[in-house]
């Protein structure tokens, strides 16, 4: 989820193809032809884009934001509106959000601060994507820091003039709030005396020592200034109202930015009790002392304790773009079912249960659903590992049951994110690492059993990052297919090796031409991975 100027800059010998050829194609024929006319690699592709298409932030803007005379509309709420509205932002998506805002707003629209990440603006007119970008005349004031996605004294001016802007606003004012995926990086303003570099020592000493993630950000909130809720209290009496891209398993809106516009349920008192687990507590900085001994901040009425006038709305997330995706599948002639939006843990047990999923819908379709001991075996397994993952929306037997009765063919889709253990020193990511697991596994499967468990399937896996940026490389993510492993061994090419040194992207650049590498290039969102499975009968 890095996102600097340095992964931007492979974009500048590229941004030309880019610009042309990573967005949905739009075609003329019907979807029956197009599904005729598609391989299968394509119709999967097709899917993932149009997934990152629904949350691209000019379109999660325009999908939920209208206006209707002077009210603004933000899906089923209505805002009174009149030349009052101020706009803050900070995140990697949010560029494109406020561009897509002030077009919305017009004159209602007062001023703006918005903190994005370094380079951005760019990037983004190199890549042709104007569309993203603010008008000449804009009121909106932009703000480029936190390089290599690490706060820094750009993002520390950029929030305090946030700071600033919510903290002159009336009871007659609104604040729009854009909040994307980075947005804690470039909102970095600590209570004072607290420096920014105070702050930072003490997380990453927190961190050093095993802190847990909800830890880390319970201590970050309690330090900070716009974090935890305190956007919010700067900006009370205004109406506040924060349209959010989540790139967070669950949606937890506390920690999207360590949570700005909502309360701060933790206390200063259980960030103490934190350092004082990991003993940092005498070695914690003087300023830091002082403002933990403070009393927890409150609103200043009782009555609007519960942040009464505050509304989040959450416009983009991975669940969003895999209805969108389900839909797209569904025109393409595929019983669809969405697996799950919270697939995390190391991507080796992801993998495999991937593998098992695709092994067992082909033995219950090879036997038109009777219990074959087969796949009630592999179903055992791949309980066991949902529930090891801890994934418990998993679901897939009505899809099943509905490809069996139609005898159409199956699109399995799931999200989320996982992560990769590094053992080597090779260049990927967690999306291409997936894939060439998959492919490994599939391969171990059919030279396992004396059968070919695939022979009356065509199958795809695909595995994407809807950033467009897998790790550290210019591919979004990669395919794998029953054959990969053994075309693979024809080119010279040994998977295992390149598994072992976690070089998936220098695989999939020298086998089959790159043609199985998924380049989409920067797409300026984030809600996470997507995963695309389709099984369908072999033609006869």
Known sequence: MVCSFRRYLWLRSNHQLISKNWQPKIFKMSASVISR?????????????????????????????????????IKNQSFPIHNNVHVAGFGKAVMGMAAAVEQILGDHLV???????????????????????????????????????????????????????????TENDLLLVLISGGGSALLPAPIPPVTLEEKLYLTKQLA???????ELNTVRKSLSLLKGGGLARAAYPAQVVSLILSDIIGDNLEFIASGPTLPN?????????????????????????????????????????????????????????LEEAKCKSESLGYITSILSTGVSGDVTTVARLFSLLIRYVCSVLAVHGSQCA???????????IIGSLQLPDFRL??????????????????????????RGRGKGGRNQEMALRVAVELHQAKSM??????????????????????????????????????NAFREGLNVEDFLNNNDSFTFFSKFN?????????????????VQAIIIQPKET
Do not use: W
């Not at 690699?41 to 379109?59: D, G, M, W």
């Not at 468990?453 to 795809?460: G, L, T």
């Not at 043609?515 to 290039?521: E, N, P, Q, R």
């Open 111 to 169: 001023q703006g601060v918005i903190s994005v990440p370094l380079g951005i603006q760019k990037v983004l007119r190199l890549a042709g994507k104007e569309e993203m970008l603010l008008r000449p005349q804009t009121k909106i004031q932009v703000q480029e820091g936190a390089q290599h996605n690490l706060p820094d004294d750009n993002a520390l001016k950029a929030a305090k003039r946030i700071h600033h802007l919510a903290e002159g606003l």
């Open 513 to 529: 031409k790159g043609a199985d590498l998924i380049m989409t290039g920067l797409t300026s969102t984030n809600v996470m991975d």
């Open 374 to 384: 087969q796949a009630s075996s592999l179903k055992d397994e791949m309980l066991q």
């Open 208 to 214: 050093s020592k095993g802190a847990t993630i909800q």
């Open 37 to 73: 006319e598609l391989s299968l690699k394509q119709k999967c592709l097709e899917i993932f884009r149009t997934a990152i298409n629904s949350v691209l932030p000019q379109n999660i803007i325009k999908n939920n934001i209208s206006m209707e005379g002077n009210r603004l509309l």
């Open 265 to 321: 349920l933790q206390s200063k008192e259980d960030s103490c009790k934190i350092l004082s687990k990991y003993n940092l507590v005498s070695s914690m900085p003087e300023n830091v002392k002082e403002v933990l001994s403070q009393p927890s901040t409150r609103m200043h009425q009782e009555e609007i304790q519960d942040y009464a006038h505050v509304f989040n709305f959450i416009v983009g997330s991975n669940a969003i773009a």
């Open 449 to 486: 059993t004396p059968h070919d468990p695939f022979a009356k399937h065509e199958i795809v896996f695909l595995s994407g990052g809807t950033d467009g940026q897998d790790g550290p490389t210019e591919a979004a993510g990669g395919f794998a297919y029953t054959e990969m492993v053994e």
């Open 397 to 422: 037997d009505s899809c099943l049951e509905n490809a069996l009765s139609s005898g159409k063919p199956l699109c399995l889709l799931a999200g989320g994110e996982t992560t990769v253990q590094l």
